[in-house]
């Protein structure tokens, strides 16, 4: 079974461009979530899909992201104009509706590494 | 509320040497609780978790870890460190199987031949 895929897995832009992160869940995973570490701090949640709607989006730093899930299925996640302060790893994760149903586990992707110049 | 404190962003240990990196939470409801583990240039990979049940859990790579709730604490351990355990650990808290993860700082493990 195919995990968390997320694209591209590094990527490097310049200020004041758009950068668009992808993720693939894990087939049949309902919840959908992306987190993000910048500049060595600690893993922060940015928001939560239950299919396409967004749960809690109350980790989304400022307007310049935008998250979206159509379909249900892959989601997106669009900087921009990217700012200098927004390098660093974003990660997504998916878990199946019935948590109980994965010992209430949470799969990563590998990250997206993003660097803005 | 959740909250994950992982005492020192640094751990030194020799090959051999017991591992040992501390984690103290705080959860206004009865926690999971995680580790994580991220090596370089890679992406999280989960070591081993505790939800409920019995309190000391084994995980992957001879790591396990005790939850104890008076201590509000559940430390990672490994009898013997291995060249290979060199990466980040991270310990996280979540109120329920599929809300939102809080992440520990993370630490750092250096093992030193």
């Known amino acids: 079974e195919a995990g968390v895929t997320q694209f591209p897995s590094h990527s490097v832009i310049e200020k004041g461009q758009t950068v668009t992160l992808r993720c693939d869940p894990i087939?049949?995973?309902?919840?959908l979530y992306w987190y993000r570490r910048v500049m060595g701090k600690e893993i922060k949640f940015l928001l939560h899909?239950?299919?396409?709607?967004?749960?809690?989006e109350s980790g989304m730093p400022n307007n310049r992201f935008l998250a979206e899930r159509t379909g249900g299925t892959y989601s997106t996640l669009k900087v921009q104009p990217a700012e200098l302060e927004d390098s660093g790893v974003y990660f997504c994760?998916?878990?199946?509706?019935?948590?109980?149903?994965?010992?209430?586990?949470?799969?990563f992707g590998e990250g997206s590494w993003l660097t803005v110049v | 509320a959740q909250s994950v404190t992982q005492l020192g962003s640094h751990v030194s240990v020799s090959e051999g040497a017991l591992v040992l990196l501390r984690c103290n939470y705080s959860?206004?409801?009865?926690?999971?609780l995680f580790w994580y583990v991220q090596y370089p240039n890679q992406g999280l990979q989960l070591l081993l978790k505790?939800?409920?049940?019995?309190?000391l859990v084994k995980g992957i790579n001879g790591f396990e870890a005790e939850f104890k709730k008076s201590e509000t604490s559940f430390h990672l351990t490994k009898p013997s460190a291995h060249m290979s355990d060199a990466a980040e650990y991270f310990c996280?808290?979540?109120?329920?199987?599929?809300?939102?993860?809080?992440f520990g700082t993370g630490t750092k493990l250096q093992v030193i031949p």
């Open positions: 087939s049949g995973h309902d919840n």
């Open positions: 996280a808290v979540t109120p329920g199987g599929y809300q939102k993860v809080t």
């Open positions: 994760a998916s878990s199946p509706r019935d948590s109980a149903s994965s010992g209430n586990t949470i799969y």
């Open positions: 505790y939800t409920t049940g019995a309190t």
């Open positions: 899909f239950v299919k396409e709607s967004k749960q809690d």
């Open positions: 959860s206004s409801v009865p926690p999971y």
